[in-house]
C-alpha cells in the first residue's frame, strides 16, 4: 500500500524523440500498478536505449567505453525522474552501498534487464569495479612492504601500477588520453576516471601475462567481495569469469 501511495504522486513526463519519454511513461505507469519500485526500475533499464544524456544540468554516461554498462547510474536518474518512488533508505543503501531490498539473484537480474545489457554490465564490474578494487589490494600490498621506509603516496600508486601494468600511473593516464584524443593536462572527471579504468581494464587483457591476468582479477573479484559483501552477483560471478574476459558486449535497447 505505501508502494501504490508514493506512485500516485509521481512527476509528469515529457516525451523525448530518443525514446527516453516512452521509457520513462512506461516506469511511471508501472510503479503506478503497484510494481516494487526496484523490479519496475529493472524493467524501464531494459528498455532504455540512451548510452549518455545531460539531465538538470548534469552528465550522465551511462556507456562507459562502448561496452561497460554502469547500471547504478541510470537507476540514480530514474530516482532523480521520480524521487518519491522508493524510500530514501533503500535508495541510499542501493546507490551506495550496492544493497537491494530484496532477495534477487544474478539470473533474475540478468532476465529483468536483459541479456545484452547484463553482458555490458559484466563488462562494468570486471572493467571498472573488479579493476579499481585490484588496484587498492596491489597499492595496499605495497604500503605493507613499505611501510617504515617513508615513501610518499603519488610513489606507492607508481609502483602499484608498474606491479599490475608494467608501467606507472601517470604514463598510464597519458597514454590513454593521446588514445582518446584529449588534452594531457587539465582536471580529470569521474566519468573520465570510470573510462581509465575500463581501459587499464582491457590493456591489461591485451599486453599482459594470461596467467597473471587471471590471478589479478580474481584477486580484484574477491577484494570487491570483501568492499561490497552483499553484491547480488556473488553468487556468480567467478562462473562468468570467462564470458567477460573474452567477450564484450554493448547496451543494445529491448534485448
Not at 69 to 88: G, H, N, T
Request: charged share 30%.
Amino acid at each position: 500500500m505505501k508502494q501504490m501511495r508514493r506512485a500516485q504522486h509521481l512527476s509528469p513526463v515529457v516525451l523525448e524523440e530518443d525514446g527516453r519519454g516512452e521509457t520513462l511513461l512506461y516506469l511511471r505507469r508501472t510503479l503506478g500498478e503497484g510494481e516494487h519500485w526496484l523490479r519496475a526500475v529493472l524493467q524501464a533499464v531494459r528498455l532504455w536505449t540512451v548510452p549518455a544524456e545531460t539531465y538538470k544540468g548534469r552528465r550522465y554516461q551511462y556507456l562507459i567505453g562502448g561496452e561497460a554498462f554502469d547500471w547504478l547510474l541510470l537507476v540514480e536518474r530514474f530516482l532523480e525522474e521520480f524521487p518519491e518512488a522508493a524510500p530514501e533508505e533503500e535508495r541510499q543503501r542501493l546507490l551506495f552501498h550496492g544493497q537491494i531490498p530484496f532477495s534477487l539473484t544474478a539470473t533474475e537480474f540478468r532476465d529483468l534487464i536483459g541479456i545484452a545489457k547484463y553482458r555490458a554490465y559484466l563488462n562494468f564490474w570486471y572493467g571498472v569495479m573488479v579493476e579499481e578494487a585490484l588496484q587498492q589490494m596491489v597499492l595496499e600490498e605495497v604500503c605493507k612492504e613499505r611501510s617504515g621506509q617513508g615513501p610518499t603516496e603519488a610513489f606507492l600508486e607508481e609502483e602499484a601500477f608498474r606491479r599490475i601494468y608494467g608501467k606507472g600511473r601517470d604514463e598510464a593516464f597519458a597514454d590513454f588520453r593521446r588514445e582518446a584524443q584529449c588534452s594531457l593536462t587539465g582536471p580529470s572527471s569521474l566519468t573520465e576516471q570510470k573510462e581509465f579504468l575500463y581501459w587499464l581494464f582491457k590493456y591489461r587483457l591485451s599486453y599482459c601475462d594470461p596467467a597473471r591476468v587471471a590471478s589479478d582479477t580474481k584477486k580484484g573479484v574477491m577484494k570487491v567481495y570483501g568492499l561490497r559483501p552483499d553484491l547480488f552477483l556473488a553468487d556468480d560471478a567467478l562462473a562468468v569469469l570467462p564470458l567477460s574476459l573474452n567477450e564484450h558486449a554493448v547496451v543494445s535497447p529491448g534485448s
